[in-house]
């Protein structure tokens, strides 16, 4: 167990990125590259202390997530930066929580595509039944939503960092849970 200030480091920058990857995603729909890249390099610099065959075991994991996942990308269902981002993050846990995070993920993803279709839906019934939507020039939250409810009834895109990001949150609470009994017994 690595319990360095190195580590904690190592631990806590990709949250932040992944974080601001999440922001970036609601706001612009877009995934950074740099961000992505970061996530990459803390996750591949956590897995260095696994030992070599369990390093290249956990990039070939990495290598095979971003082609299956990609596929998706191919037919448009999700964008690449998400795809990179799903990747990385696999780097981020051991070998063996790689499937239980992937499975967060998509979890997440699933509950949020769900949010997004239903609010599709309630929209679009809203816009058929009231007079037509004058956008202002809000700025802050109020101006988030209104851009965000022009997204929803224009396109399905949506902000699958936000689901990388909570499947991330999700993997980390399950696996704190799990170890409970070993922290509490530290001395």
Known sequence: MI???????????????LGLAAVTDLR????PNLLVLAVVICGLAL??????EM????????AAVVFLVGLLACYKL???????LIGAVTLLVPLRDSGNLLLAIFVAGG????????????LRKQA???????LTARTGFAGFLDREHGRILESPSMPYAVAVL???FCETAFETVRCWPAILSWQ
């Open 47 to 52: 897995r260095s202390f696994d030992g070599l």
């Open 3 to 17: 319990s360095s200030p190195v580590a904690i480091v190592m631990e806590a920058v990709p949250l932040a990125c």
């Open 111 to 122: 509950v949020l595509s769900c949010c997004y279709l239903l609010a599709q839906a309630i």
């Open 128 to 134: 058929n039944v009231a007079q037509p939507h004058i």
């Open 28 to 31: 612009h729909r877009i995934v």
């Open 166 to 168: 909570a499947g991330v």
């Open 78 to 84: 999700m964008g690449w930066g998400d795809v990179k």
């Open 55 to 62: 390093f290249a075991l956990s990039v070939l994991v990495c």
